[in-house]
């Protein structure tokens, strides 16, 4: 909450193995090390994101008492420090962090919506925080508010809010220009005491699980079947890199994984010791059924027949082609464009 995110640094442990001590930095602390510092690299630097920022806390462990004590702690930063709004995506933290005064409709957005278009969501209802809203005409199940910014009562904008079809419509065209909805809007919602953002107002295209969605209305449709396979292999390689950063922080999970990981590629596999050819198991292919010896005879008979007949023909062509040869003077014929070519 104060801009900054923190990162383990310094440990101790006693011969027991017992953390005795810890120190805290922020990850801004230190410095890139002077071999990575080169001129002479082939690869451009990456950007730099450390300042050798001093700011830590450092704490051990009180035997006598069985408390931990701070022993040391410096609050100063060397680097400007992030807004509030914007620390909860930073790298080192994965969870949202409700900031505005709406936390239930802040909390349904960071639960519905990716984590850029959240940032776009959360401005607007930060805005909505500070607006004014006042019920104009109540027409049956229609409302129709005037809302507008504290401090410039001049400026409003009406909304018309549909209670039975769940649909809010501002005349600023927000929603219809961008795909979120507006301060005004999430005003409306906070005047009629809604918690969550109604289905008319989410698309689809900007929900965490777009891709999910997509999978489930398109994977039995044959005529889309590029675009089902890109969305698979976008969806299989999403989890599989999710799996990645969970499995392989621990040895038994990492044994687990790969464990599943070979028994489900092994169980989805082609059976192995035949050609693609003679797979019995491609669908629309008919087995072939087995021979007996009497017709096996007759096969290999009728394919030596085959054989010495064409051999057969071969060489009559070739005898043909000899006599030819011996009719045009033992030379074979060169057309007029050759002989003048070689003339040349």
Known sequence: MHGF????????????????MRQIVCNRAGSRKEEVEKDERIRDH????????????????????????VVSFYEE???????PLDVSMMLEYRTFILVTSLPTLEDFAAKTFTRNMFREVRKEIEGACAMNTELVIQDGGKLYF??????????????????????????????????????????????????VI???????????????????????????????????LG????????LMDVASKNSSDFVEAMNDVVNTITKLQNVTGHYNKSCPNVSGRIPKE???????KNISSYLDILTKRKRHDSMKNQQKMEKDRNIGGGTTPISAAKLAFTDK
């Open 198 to 232: 109604p289905e008319r107002l989410v698309c689809k295209c900007w929900m965490k699980n777009a891709k999910s969605d997509f999978m489930k209305s398109n994977v039995d449709d044959p005529s889309d079947s590029d675009k089902v396979l890109k969305c698979r």
């Open 5 to 20: 995110a923190v990162r383990l640094d310094e440990v101790r442990r006693d011969s027991d193995g017992c953390v005795i």
């Open 146 to 195: 005037k809302c507008n910014n504290f401090g410039m009562p001049e400026i409003d904008h009406v909304v018309e809010f549909d209670r039975v079809g769940g649909m809010l419509r501002c005349e600023c065209l927000w929603f219809e220009n961008r795909g979120i909805s507006c301060m005004h809007i999430f005003t409306c919602l906070k005047h009629q005491h809604v918690e």
């Open 46 to 69: 990456r950007p730099l994101t450390q300042s050798c920022c001093r700011a830590r806390i450092r704490a051990r462990l009180d035997r006598k008492i069985h408390k931990w004590k």
């Open 77 to 83: 930063h060397s680097h400007g420090l992030v807004d």
């Open 290 to 296: 087995p021979v007996d010896d009497d017709t096996e």
């Open 235 to 242: 969806v299989l390689g999403a989890e599989c890199s999710r």
